[in-house]
């Protein structure tokens, strides 16, 4: 039987406090506390950069962006999150998932575009960078973390994860080089195909994907905490 992995919709969080709930979850994960869980969100507006900073990717100064920059714990550079973007923050312990770094992130654009294509979008990847392109503009951003959240005697466990434009505002980009790149563009769901799928609907294609490409079986996570979905609650050591 596959392990368990518990999703569920989050609905729309501010950056802050989702990042503080991926590190709770992580360190119940290290200590085997919980499943593997897989949050899907979307967010206010937000840019965010990885562990250098913005550098000079901002297109404007940082008073004018119209959103807060929050520099992170991730790899990658400079993105936006917005609303009609759906994120998913995987929590997973590479080691008992059998898996390194690389073949992790592999596995997240795999996963993107078997999703994009059941929204008739033929999604790819670009040689020596990360995410899934559709031609030269990306459709969908990854940027991960993975440490030991409980200390040396747990276990190595992902944070971050994946933005998938679906209907968001690509205006935003405008304001930075998105990821760094500055000869290549960004696009979304919606301007490839016209469609304007519901965002928690793509997050539940997305979670069926998911569950495929890393053999685990999906299974939601429906209690509630304060109006969002709580803390997986089981308390068995899980491996």
């Given at each position: ?9 989050l609905g729309?969080v501010?950056y ?6 991926q ?34 990717h ?22 936006f ?9 995987p ?20 996963t ?9 979008v ?5 040689c ?16 991960v973390?993975?440490g030991?959240?409980a200390?040396p ?6 944070g ?6 679906v209907?968001?505002d ?13 000869d290549?563009g960004?696009t ?8 304007v ?10 979670a ?15 209690s509630?905490r304060t109006?969002r ?10 491996t």
């Amino acid at each position: 039987m596959a392990p368990v992995c518990e999703y569920a919709w989050l609905g729309r969080v501010e950056y802050r406090e989702a990042w503080e709930y991926q590190r709770e979850l992580g360190r119940r994960r290290a200590l085997g506390e919980i499943p593997d869980t897989l949050l899907l969100l979307e967010h206010d507006p937000v840019y965010t950069t990885g562990r250098r900073g913005p550098g000079g990717h901002l297109r404007m100064p940082e008073a004018a962006l119209g959103a807060p920059l929050i520099e992170t714990d991730r790899g990658g550079d400079i993105t936006f999150h917005g609303p009609g973007q759906l994120i998913a923050y995987p929590i997973i312990d590479l080691r008992a998932a059998g898996l390194a770094v690389a073949g992790y992130v592999r596995s997240l654009e795999e996963t993107i575009i078997r999703t994009l294509s059941a929204y008739g979008v033929q999604g790819g990847v670009s040689c020596g960078q990360t995410g899934v392109w559709v031609g030269d503009e990306k459709v969908a951003a990854i940027g991960v973390r993975v440490g030991k959240p409980a200390g040396p005697a747990g276990g190595w466990v992902t944070g971050h994860g994946l933005a998938l434009n679906v209907d968001v505002d690509l205006a935003w980009f405008e304001r930075i080089v998105p990821c760094g790149i500055a000869d290549k563009g960004v696009t979304s769901i919606e301007k490839l195909t016209g469609q304007v799928p519901a965002v928690p609907d793509v997050g539940e294609a997305l979670a069926a994907t998911f569950g495929e490409t890393y053999n685990r079986e999906m299974c939601v996570n429906s209690s509630s905490r304060t109006g969002r979905a709580a803390l997986p609650t089981s308390r068995t050591p899980v491996t």
